[in-house]
Every structure is written in structure tokens, then in C-alpha cells.
């Protein structure tokens, strides 16, 4: 069975602080593996990643795909509190329409 | 807002009540999916159409649920006889068409059965 799995679940930083995401992934056919910020309610797009060793990049925020290891990680520097979220992962198959999200890393900034 | 909009943003019911949320999606968006979220998890899919054909059902979804998108545009999900393991949020989300995976989600309908 298709499976994501993001580390850490959770992490608590200061302001100024450089954090590193983690999403490994199972997924038969793989397609694409996105990123999305959730704040409250609607997940907002960070990234979509497709192929291996691209840095895709948005201001303080990147992330990068591993297609031989079968992970991706998303890094943030100088973080701000308005960066404290809980980060999704999802990876895409091509041979089915939804698309399997981990269960989020729950990041927290303090001032 | 040409957003994706869900209504309504709260819903409490009792035990054995149906319900039924809506969702429009953006407005040249002909796919649509619904997702349903509880505490600590990600997004779990539930269903996906393609305007108005239904194409894809999750195995988990039981059949107390049922959605609709009967002109290709806005959809509805119906849960009947709810349980409070249906408590959730819901969350609907679009896309543009083949090859297009970037979901664009509203902000969902939290549901409370007691």
C-alpha cells in the first residue's frame, strides 16, 4: 500500500532558526510529490517537486526530491512565527486520481 | 474571492442525522475532490470528479456517503445516518485537468456528531 511518512511530527524553534522537514514516500508509479502549508483550514501550495536533485525554491523556503531514496525535504530558514504551520506532504501516482498525504509536521516559532 | 468555497464552515448534529455540504470550486476547474481530515492526520481522499462523472471512490468510504456534481460544477456530500466517528473536517479541493496535480482547497466544513 501507498505510504508518506514526515518527520518530525512536531518542532518548536525561535525565530531566526533554520529547520529541515522530512517526507519519505512508497508509492507505486510515482508522479509528483507537492508540498502545502496548512494553517487553520485550507492547505495553501508550497511546492511541487518531479524530478530528482532540482531545488525548487520561494523566498526562505526550498525543497528538493530524492527519487533513489524516495524521500523529499523542505527546508526554511530564518524562520518567522508566521511560518509556524503544519506542513503536508503528498505524493501522486500515475496510475490513480488521488493523491496521499502524510500526516504533517506541526511546526511552531516562537518570538 | 474566485476561490475554492465550502459551506457550511461549522456543522454540529446528532447521532443518526444526515447531512449534506457543498462545495464550488474554482470556476474552470473541472476536477474536484473531496478529502476528510481529523486531528493530527493528513488529508484523507474520499472521492474525485472529473465535472460530472464520478471516476474514483475511495475502498474506505462507506456507504453512507454519497456526492454529487450534477452539472459539472458546484458538488454536495451527503452523509447519512452520521456517527461520531464522522466527526471531521471536510475538505474540498479542485484542479485544472489531466496532468495538472496542483489542488487548490477550500477552507472545509467541520463536523461534530454527537
Known amino acids: 500500500e501507498d505510504k508518506v511518512v514526515q518527520s518530525p511530527l512536531s518542532l518548536v524553534v525561535h525565530e531566526g532558526d533554520t529547520v529541515t522537514l522530512n517526507c519519505s514516500y512508497e508509492v507505486t508509479n510515482f508522479r509528483s510529490l507537492l508540498w502545502y502549508k496548512q494553517e487553520k483550514k485550507a492547505p495553501t501550495f508550497l511546492f511541487m517537486l518531479?524530478?530528482?536533485?532540482i531545488e525548487k525554491k520561494s523566498g526562505r523556503l526550498s525543497s528538493i526530491l530524492d527519487k533513489k531514496e524516495l524521500f523529499s525535504i523542505l527546508n526554511i530558514t530564518a524562520t518567522q512565527t508566521g511560518d509556524s504551520a503544519v506542513y503536508l506532504c503528498?505524493?501522486?501516482?500515475?496510475?490513480?486520481?488521488?493523491?496521499?498525504f502524510g500526516a504533517g509536521t506541526r511546526l511552531t516559532v516562537k518570538p | 474571492d474566485t476561490g475554492v468555497s465550502q459551506d457550511p464552515r461549522h456543522k454540529i448534529t446528532k447521532r443518526g442525522q444526515n447531512v449534506t455540504f457543498r462545495c464550488d470550486p474554482i470556476?474552470?476547474?473541472?476536477?474536484l475532490y473531496w478529502y476528510r481530515q481529523t486531528l493530527g492526520q493528513g488529508p484523507e481522499f474520499l472521492t474525485y470528479f472529473q465535472n460530472e462523472a464520478q471516476l474514483e471512490k475511495s475502498r474506505l468510504l462507506s456507504d453512507r456517503f454519497s456526492a454529487e456534481r450534477p452539472k459539472g460544477s458546484f458538488s454536495t456530500l451527503e452523509i447519512q445516518r452520521t456517527e461520531q466517528g464522522d466527526s471531521a473536517m471536510y475538505l474540498c479541493?479542485?484542479?485544472?485537468?489531466?496532468?495538472?496535480?496542483?489542488?487548490?482547497f477550500g477552507s472545509g466544513t467541520q463536523l461534530s456528531v454527537l
Open positions: 470556476s474552470e476547474h473541472n476536477r
Open positions: 518531479t524530478s530528482s536533485g
Open positions: 479541493a479542485s484542479s485544472l485537468g489531466p496532468n495538472n496535480e496542483k489542488l487548490f
Open positions: 503528498a505524493v501522486k501516482a500515475t496510475n490513480n486520481n488521488d493523491m496521499r
